[in-house]
């Protein structure tokens, strides 16, 4: 049995919602429903089914949370202010580089006080190159690729593997 998860890592575009760039919407981002926004151009970001339930369970057990996204911070954190999911994050890495190994590093050194080991640390992106990136430098971190031909691609099973429910 491999260790618990203590921390979970989540990319945004195309895993938290399904827009493929956050960077590329137009400030500013109106809320329409539940799960979905829309920025001054009109383009849409609908967040995945199920993503509120993940992250609450994941504080209910305890579990930090952090993001790992290639974006414009500013675009990134508006869209999770405007669906207010960012109260729920212990950290929130957002770099406009795609070195999502040198994010990892610096994610891992922040909780690593809070007694977060690599083994115990689980990250999810839709990109095979992100992950395979991250595993080539922290090859004890658990991936997950949130994809329709990857490990996992709903809330609902990433729960069931990640969180034991
Ligand atoms: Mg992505």
């Not at 989540?10 to 109106?30: F, G, K, Y």
């Not at 190994?101 to 690593?112: E, P, T, V, W």
Request: glycine content about 4%; overall charge negative.
């Amino acid at each position: 049995m491999p260790s618990r998860v203590k921390l979970i890592v989540l990319d945004l575009d195309q895993v938290l919602w399904d827009h493929h760039d956050a960077t590329s919407l137009t400030l500013p981002l109106r809320r329409i429903d539940e799960r979905t926004l829309v920025d001054s151009s009109g383009d849409k970001v609908v967040l995945r089914e199920g993503v509120r339930d993940f992250l609450e369970k994941a504080k209910d057990k305890g579990v930090y949370l952090s993001t790992c996204s290639w974006n414009e911070p500013e675009k990134a954190i508006a869209v999770l202010r405007t669906f207010q999911l960012d109260r729920y994050f212990d950290l929130l890495m957002i770099e406009p580089h795609p070195e999502k190994d040198r994010m990892m590093g610096k994610i891992l050194n922040h909780f690593a006080p809070k007694g977060v080991r690599e083994e115990e640390t689980a990250f999810v992106d839709d990109k095979e190159e992100m992950l395979e990136k991250v595993r080539r430098r922290y090859p004890k971190i658990k991936t997950l690729r949130f994809h329709p031909d990857g490990d996992v691609y709903s809330f609902r099973d990433l729960e069931k593997i990640l969180l034991g429910e």
